[in-house]
């Protein structure tokens, strides 16, 4: 935000224009219960230059994660990105728009957003994706209205895996429109429980949420899951990690009806958890039922090629009564950046990040089997897995932070089955041998007593 300096002329000439005598007219119509009472303290006015100084200093007391070693996951990855998205985003042509309400003129932003529709539906193998939504937790949500609404029922299975901070968005969209969410517990290895899985499988049952890979980090039999859920007449939502779909089957093939999933791993920063990029694809015959809007390609009059706004449900269209969902496109940036990511990386150079973040990770997960450190669900992972430490969890984290390493996840709060020693350690292409040594010494006891 840019520093604006107003002097007290500038505020009489602008109180003059808006027509009252005072700044405090202007908030008149705020109810007083909700306004200050004297002077806020903030301290005395500062220049430029002062407030640059403070903030820089109160800034340099933070720990910036991209300054860390990180094994963080569970959705947000600290993953290389390359200079040409930064490039390409502060182009003021992309940068300073924000919808394209006029398709006429908003031809640019529009194949943006196609080419990024393109490769979400190339990456997951399914028909179509929309225009991108806020997140993976709001996406996911989404899809469960979307089946509700198709199976005309109300009633959809999750895994008891799932991440708690994702369980609780769909519990709060779930109240508003009286869906019952039923949970499915996991197995030894960490998987979903498909015995249990089947007998829950009723008429009743709208979709099954699967998440592959899972929270855990453990590969799910997909074929398995998709079988018992169509059997029993209900849609499968899966839940994808983007970066595995260059090793790991995509749900178009094991025949998922809705895919969604979190972008944030395609060239967009960890900033703090946010802005994140949510996807959502799903078959043709439900397109209709989609959140937010497509984007088209299409022919003018001479033969052309253009590209238009198609199956907009939003609510602030034309046919608002007619409405899937009130939930707005996210920022083109966020999915802009992903598209040029994809594009800089091409098919080799994505599928080489999945590769060195699986292979580094069974790296990881190696050493600490040679440590000696406990690993409660196998080999059976895709980039991140489950560690117990000695001393719990919350001891082993703040000890590595003092190192420089922000450890993983520690899981005994959402998932008290796992005990308070168990710790979601994610590895990414970023990390080197240095990295891996450091936190298998950490988790071993090494490095500094438990």
Do not use: W
């Amino acid at each position: 935000m840019s520093y604006v300096q107003n002097t007290d002329s500038d505020r009489r000439e602008m109180l003059k224009e808006t027509g009252v005598s005072s700044f405090e007219e202007l908030l008149e119509p705020i109810d007083s219960r909700l306004r200050v009472d004297g002077v806020l303290d903030i301290g005395p006015a500062m220049s430029e230059a002062e407030v640059a100084s403070r903030l820089g200093a109160l800034a340099s007391a933070n720990n910036a994660a991209s300054e860390m070693i990180s094994f963080l996951g569970g959705g947000i990855y600290d993953r290389f990105i390359p200079a040409t998205v930064r490039y390409v985003l502060s182009r003021s042509e992309f940068y300073t728009s924000y919808t394209p309400y006029q398709a006429e003129v908003s031809q640019g932003t529009l194949q943006a957003i196609f080419e990024y529709q393109t490769m979400i539906a190339r990456l997951t193998a399914m028909d179509a994706a929309n225009a991108s939504m806020y997140d993976a937790s709001t996406a996911l949500a989404e899809a469960m209205l979307m089946a509700s609404v198709i199976k005309r029922t109300r009633r959809v299975v999750i895994p008891a895996s799932l991440s708690r901070r994702v369980r609780a968005v769909l519990d709060s969209y779930a109240a508003g429109k009286d869906i019952v969410i039923d949970e499915v517990p996991f197995v030894e290895d960490g998987t979903i429980d498909a015995g249990a899985l089947a007998e829950m499988l009723s008429e009743k049952t709208a979709a099954v949420i699967l998440a592959q890979p899972n929270y855990f980090g453990m590969i799910e039999d997909t074929r398995k899951v998709s079988g018992l859920v169509h059997e029993a007449g209900a849609l499968l939502i899966v839940l994808a990690d983007p970066v595995s779909l260059a090793l790991i089957e995509p749900p178009g093939e094991y025949d998922a009806d809705i895919v969604v999933g979190e972008g944030q791993s395609l060239g967009i920063a960890q900033s703090f958890g946010g802005p994140l990029l949510g996807f959502l694809a799903a078959k043709t015959p439900y397109l209709r039922k989609c959140p937010g809007r497509l984007i088209s390609a299409t022919e003018d009059i001479d033969g052309k090629r253009g590209y238009t706004m198609t199956l907009q449900t939003r609510e602030q269209h034309i046919r608002r009564e007619k409405a899937t969902s009130n939930i707005c496109t996210n920022e083109g940036l966020v999915a802009l950046a992903a598209s040029v990511y994809l594009a800089t990386l091409g098919e080799d150079g994505f599928r080489e990040v999945a590769l060195q973040s699986a292979s580094k990770a069974k790296t990881l997960y190696g050493m600490l089997e040679e440590a000696g450190v406990s690993l409660p669900f196998g080999r059976n992972f895709f980039q991140e897995f489950v560690i117990t430490v000695p001393g719990g969890a919350d001891a082993f984290i703040a000890r590595a932070r003092e190192r420089g390493v922000l450890a993983g996840i520690p899981l005994g709060k959402d998932f008290p089955s796992l005990g308070d020693d168990a710790v979601l350690v994610a590895v990414t292409e970023k990390r080197t041998r240095k990295d891996l040594e450091l936190l298998c010494d950490l988790a071993a006891g090494k490095g500094g007593a438990v």
